[in-house]
Structures are given as C-alpha cells and as structure tokens.
C-alpha cells in the first residue's frame, strides 16, 4: 500500500496517532484530541492490513498507534515505530496475542489492551453459541427456510437439555467465569473448571446461588475445580474455552483430549482459534453427528479449516463476540487512552479490572491509562487506586 487513505481529526495536534481501522463512536476520537494528538484514521478499504500496509501508515514520524488483532506487531513494526518516534501501542482488543511484546520492550514500547468492558458481551455469546448448538437453532432455522417443514414431529430436531448438566470452563478467567455464572444461573447447570488459578470469585457465587436454590427447596447447584483439563472434559456435558492463547493453550483441545469427551457434549470457543485443532474436530464432528460445537472463532481465520462449513452439528460465526454496540465503543475508548495516556506521561491504572471510570462520556477520564500490558517490564509507574489520592 504505497498510498494510503486517512481520516484526519485536529490535523494541528502535538502528537501523531495512527489508527488502523475506524472504530465505533467518538469518544476515542475525543479522548485523543482532548490529549493533544493529531488523530490519522487509516480508511483503506482492505480488511487486514499486512506489516508492510503499516509500515507505510509509521511513516517516519509517529507517536503512537492503534492497532487490531488480526495484524502481526512484532519486531519490525515495533522497531519502525521507536524510529519513528513512538512509545506507545495500543491492540483494540483484550487478547494480545498478535503481539510480540518482547520486542516491544526491546524498543519501550507500551503495550495497551482493553480488558473488562468485553467480558459480559463475549459470554453472552458464548452462551448464544451454547444454546444454538445444544438445541440446533441453526440447523431448525435452516430447514424451515428451505421449507421442508410439513408438520410438528416427536423426533423433530431433538437436541439437549442444559437443565441439570453439567458446564465446564476451560480458562475460568473475566470471561470464561462471568459465562459460567450465565450458564448457573440462567440454566441451573454445575461447575466444573480448569484454571491455573483457583476462581474464588466463581466458586463463591456458585455456593451461594446453591444455597439460595435449596432455599427455595430446589436441587442446589454444584462446582468443583478440576486438576487438569482431561478431568474437565470427561465430566461436562458442555465445555467453554476461555483461556489466553498461549504455548500452554496452543491445541489444547486435539484428538486425544476429544476422545475423552462424551458423545452429545457441546464444545465452544469464543477464545482464540488455535486453542483448537480444527482438522482434529472437523473429524471428530464427522465420526459423531451428535457431538456439537459453536465457534467464534478459527484456527487460520478469517478461513475454516476445510469441511467445517459444510458440517449440520457446528455452528460457526465470524468472531463476534464482543460486537456490543457499547463494547465495542467501550475498546475503542479504552486503547485511545492507553496511547493518550501514554503520550501525555500519565502513570498506569491500579486495577486493569476496573474499566469503568474511562468509560463513562460525562465525566473526564482518570488520569491514567486504562492497561498496559508490558507496565511493569517498562518501569512505568502506577497510580494508586482513587481512594488513597
Ligand atoms: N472471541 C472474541 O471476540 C473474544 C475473545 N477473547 C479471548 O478471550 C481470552 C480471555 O479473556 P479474559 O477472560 O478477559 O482474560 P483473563 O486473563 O481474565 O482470563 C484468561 C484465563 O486463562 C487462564 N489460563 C492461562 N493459561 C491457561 C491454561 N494453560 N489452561 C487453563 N487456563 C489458562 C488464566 O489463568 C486466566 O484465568 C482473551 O485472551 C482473548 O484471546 C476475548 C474477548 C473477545
Ligand atoms: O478482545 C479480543 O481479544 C477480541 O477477540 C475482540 O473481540
């Protein structure tokens, strides 16, 4: 891309900012100009942007930069960034693995994301995809558009009961745990999750939502912590995939662990693709015609892996979970004030949980940025939490 097309917003600003790709709203054009920057929106037509398309859009003078996941941040745009000038970097996401932040902090380079405000959106459809492949709304809606439906019938599409089962998480982190307290409440399922950490939080709210139930003189619900992800896999009627994608995660789930899995169960993943190893499930799939999963999102994505699309028992959409209007203005917000802050020296929020003070349009943001991934690798100070200011 010799050429590319911008936007530009306060074209006299002191510092330079790039964004790759429009994002919703105004807010994080505001909090940008509010800052000081001169705000370059890239409106090239083309979906994902290569290193080099980036490379163009550094240019040679250039303060910060907001990115997207689908790009490769690694040693060369991070190394073109520190020469152009830069110090900050902010992935309009909460998942950095697209970054190498490593290099990042060869060149000082602070890393942003934008966890929390996607952490309710994201297991809303996690459990969307829970409840259209337990009860195979894709296929049913398929069929009734084709117009082969003539009539009510016992064995209609007959799919799973949620009722009762069992729900394992895999990743029992902000997201994986707010959609195990959906699935708990909502459907009345038990617990079981593997993390490398224990959840207090989770196991709290499922104790008390237990002893609320057997108040009510219902069966309490149940959860237990699983000491490896085989133990999760075996016992849950349906398994959730919330982890970070790491080397640790990487084919977490492959052929041997979804042996180990019950014939009927619902698989999901909402996470990252390669948790997955998507030729081992297109075959598992195959092999068993009611084993279902529902995914967000693909091991070479934005492709599947081959025969996917064409199997009945998965229901596949283009990584959308985080599409809430206020979501997704609520991560363009958030990176713009990773670089904003950034930029203006402002020190590192204490609690990267607790997003909420950034988000609101009308009161001014606290004067710090929101998260930094690579704060403490950098040095960079943190403020201390509101109360003890
Ligand atoms: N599909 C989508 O649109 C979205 C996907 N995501 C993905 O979800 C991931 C999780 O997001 P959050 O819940 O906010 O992050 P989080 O950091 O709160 O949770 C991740 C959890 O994974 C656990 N974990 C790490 N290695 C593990 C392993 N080997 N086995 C089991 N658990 C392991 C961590 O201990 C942590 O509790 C993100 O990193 C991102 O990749 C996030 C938002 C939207
Ligand atoms: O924030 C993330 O990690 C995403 O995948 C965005 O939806």
Redo the contacts with the bound molecule.
Sequence with gaps: MAAYSVQVFNAAGKFRVVSTKPMPGQQWIRALVNAGCRVEVCTSQKTILSVDDILSLIGSKCDGVIGQ?TEDWGETLFSALKKAGGTAFSNM???YNNVDVEAANKYGIAVGN?PGV?TET?AELAAALTLSAARRVVEADDFMRAGKYDGWLPNLFVGNLLKGQTVGIIGAGRIGSAYARMMVEGFKMNVIYYDLYQSKFLENFVTAYGNFLKSQGETPVTWKRASSPEEVLKEADVVSLHPVLDKTTYHLINTERLALMKKEAVLVNASRGPVIDEEALVKHLKANPMFRVGLD?FEDEPYMKPGLGELPNAVVVP?I???SKWTREG?ATLAALNVAGKLQGLPVWHNSNMVLPFLDENVPPPKACPSIVNAKALGLQVAPPPSKL
């Design positions: 996941l996401a909460v998942g934008t996607l994201t999102v990584h979970a985080s599409a991560m």
